[in-house]
């Protein structure tokens, strides 16, 4: 039987992904990465995304720098991304490592997403001619009398999903509950989420964000101010390009220090959602699990408070490769 499997790393912002990374391209020379951080998608967007250093990577890397264009990359788009991309892998005789933070896209490859909205059915537009004024407090209780079941998978204050169910209501005309993404994994998976202290994860981003004011970032929102991509992470609320724009133009704090405690509170919080979402992540990814006995994927979540974690987990990711024997020629047969 073709192995078709993919090593996937992630966890919270800074909490060292790409070394993680690096160390098993040192270990073995058969891997490439492909990128799910939704920042580092962006060619103009490179010293506040944490975006490494490409050329000197030690594995050929995929989906980095694709969009020039201060445009949306859809979930359903990255999937359809990557399934080309563990294919054209596995017929070099490489192996997929997808490494990323950004939850959303990688739980994609494991529960396939819908389409737009308003290519559902071949509809196009809103069904519902309800106004709805999708940002305003207490839409929780809304959702929850229009489709009770999608409410009860949602937490009161995650705004983000109670907006969006809403949005689909408006637009379709049908229950949020509809559109609930189904598992249909693309393939098996190794998945390490690198989870941290909180007090090592605090020092760790702290330092992060010194280091990248240091290293141009300033310089970088400087550059895209006025332009197209402003209003773009703007839009995205990208953290620090909002702030450091914002500090240019005189209405956020007087120095960069202030700038720099600014952005490195909204930078803990972040890794906080991000905690939270691969809490119910990983819970619906078991719940898939149970109900599918030929899948094989493992779920390896770590504690971190060092360094020392590497080397472990390298063996670890190398014993599953050595298992499944993942030096795949003959692709025809992988999807």
């Known amino acids: 039987m073709l192995n078709n499997r993919i090593i996937v790393i992630t ?12 160390k098993i391209a040192q270990r073995l020379n058969n891997i490439e990465v492909i990128n799910a951080d939704v920042g580092q998608f962006y060619k103009p967007l490179s010293v506040g995304t944490a975006k490494p250093d490409l050329a000197k990577q030690p594995f050929r890397s995929h989906l980095f720098d694709v969009l020039d264009e201060p ?4 979930v359903a788009a990255y999937r359809d991304r990557v399934k080309v991309l563990i294919r054209d892998i596995y017929g070099r005789g490489n192996v997929p490592v997808v490494v990323g933070g950004s939850l959303f896209y990688i739980k994609a490859l494991f ?35 229009i489709d009770p079941c999608r409410a009860a998978k949602i937490h009161p204050n995650d705004v983000y999903r ?24 693309l393939c098996d998976a190794f998945i390490v989420y690198l989870g941290c202290e909180k007090d090592y994860l605090r020092s760790r981003l702290k330092q992060r964000t010194d ?23 703007r839009r995205k609320k990208l953290i620090g390009y909002v702030q450091l724009l914002d500090f240019i133009e005189g209405t956020l704090c007087e120095n960069l220090d202030e700038v ?30 149970s109900g599918k006995g030929d899948h094989d994927t493992i779920i390896s979540r770590l504690s971190i408070s060092g360094d020392l974690w590497i080397s472990a987990m390298v063996d670890d990711i190398e014993g599953y490769i050595n298992k499944y024997d993942l030096q795949v020629r003959d692709n025809s047969e992988l999807f």
């Not at 966890?11 to 690096?22: D, I, N, R, Y």
């Not at 970032?217 to 992470?233: D, S, Y």
């Not at 992540?281 to 078991?286: C, G, S, V």
């Open 211 to 233: 280091e990248m004011l240091s290293h141009g970032w300033l310089e970088e929102v400087e550059g895209i101010r006025g332009t197209k991509w402003e209003a773009f992470v």
């Open 260 to 289: 720099s405690k600014t952005i490195f509170e909204k930078t803990w919080q972040y890794a906080k959602r991000q905690r939270i979402f691969w809490d119910k992540f990983e819970d619906d990814l078991l719940e898939g699990l």
């Open 162 to 185: 109670i907006n969006r169910a809403l949005e689909l209501w408006r637009k379709t005309g049908r229950l949020p509950s509809e559109f609930v993404p189904q598992f249909n994994p």
């Open 11 to 22: 966890g919270p912002t800074g909490s060292g992904k790409t070394a993680l990374s690096e």
């Open 111 to 145: 529960f396939e997403p819908h389409h737009h909205v308003g290519e559902v059915n071949g509809s196009v537009g809103p069904k519902n001619p309800c106004k709805l004024e999708v940002h305003e407090s207490g839409n929780w209780d809304l959702l929850r009398d």
């Open 71 to 74: 445009e949306d990359l859809d």
